[in-house]
């Protein structure tokens, strides 16, 4: 469904290799899916066909944006049989989405979605788009928004579900949370409560472990156990650059705090060769059971 990278048409399917490798070993597969963003992996003449079909994002500013529209009909279909399919063809565990969700609170305002959100709301926008960026129809267009996103998230779940029950729904999410309902329209405490996805994956890249562990609480809180959550660890995320003594602190602050696991962002180069190795004799090192312990 979706152009083949350089990599496919060099070395062959790395879905079915990558489960080829994985099965092996036990370990699950969960295909991660970059959503909406085309800026860094998509083929340029792809993106500037969709340019020219109007289906990319645009900002109140009026600057076109090499990102999918997620309120524009034949995006939601795009993205939802592009993950759908994986499932359909491969026998993964899971799907994953990332990016699920819009740049920042400055898109889109696209002609497209002016007009879909006029029709959605019976009511035409009189000044657009000040009225729905900072005018008295904000916050409808921003609820409006988040239900774009909502839309492909519950899509995807209940028709991978259809063709697998078992198969896993996941998502990267920020940590923060109302505010990236707001700020991105990422709802992922509805998209947990509401059953569409199985866990989440919080994005609570820190060096600071106060702030770490405020992160998982408030997340905690909000979930009241309706899915695990295995929060991310910012290794090397922008901006950050942990010592593999923090990685292997905020995994053990991860555990007291009883999440569903955790996560390391990401597997590279620089984490094989400096994080691994330390992390095998500590935080992954499988711990004694005392004869006295207690859960």
């Known amino acids: 469904i979706l152009p083949r990278s350089k990599v496919y048409e060099e070395l062959g399917d790395q879905i079915a290799q990558c489960l080829a490798a994985a099965k092996k070993y036990g370990i699950e597969v969960h295909v991660w899916k970059v959503n909406y963003n085309l800026q860094h992996h998509a083929p340029r003449k792809f993106v500037e066909e969709l340019h020219r079909q109007g289906r990319t994002q645009v900002s109140v500013h009026g600057r076109p944006k090499d990102w999918l529209c997620p309120s524009h009909p034949d995006n939601l279909k795009l993205e939802a049989e592009s993950m759908v399919e994986v499932v ?6 899971g799907l994953h989405f990332d990016y699920i969700r819009y740049p920042d609170g400055n898109h889109c305002y696209c002609d497209g ?4 959100f006029e029709a959605a709301s019976g009511k035409k926008v009189a000044n657009w788009p000040d009225d729905c960026h900072r005018g008295d129809r904000r916050k409808e267009y921003l609820e409006w928004l988040a239900e774009q996103i909502t839309r492909l998230v519950t899509t995807v ?3 991978a579900k259809a ?3 078992d198969v896993k729904i996941s998502a990267a999410v920020f940590g923060s949370y109302p505010s990236c309902r707001t700020s991105v329209g990422q709802d992922w405490v509805r998209w947990a409560k509401s059953g569409y996805v199985d866990f989440l994956c919080p994005m609570d890249y820190t060096a600071s472990d106060m702030s770490f562990q405020a992160l998982i609480n408030n997340q905690l809180r909000l979930l009241d156990g309706c899915v695990p959550i295995y929060p991310g660890i910012g290794a090397t995320a922008t901006g950050i650059s942990l010592t593999p003594a923090q990685v292997v602190g905020q995994v053990n602050h991860s555990r007291k705090l009883c999440t569903g696991g955790f996560t390391i962002f ?3 180069g620089k984490t094989a060769e400096s994080i691994v190795e330390g992390f095998g004799l500590g935080a992954g090192k499988r711990r004694a059971k005392l004869p006295h312990a207690h859960k």
């Open 163 to 165: 063709i697998r029950k």
């Open 157 to 159: 779940a209940k028709r």
């Open 88 to 93: 359909r063809k491969y026998d993964v565990d």
């Open 113 to 116: 979605c002016r007009a879909r």
């Open 266 to 268: 990401n597997l590279g």
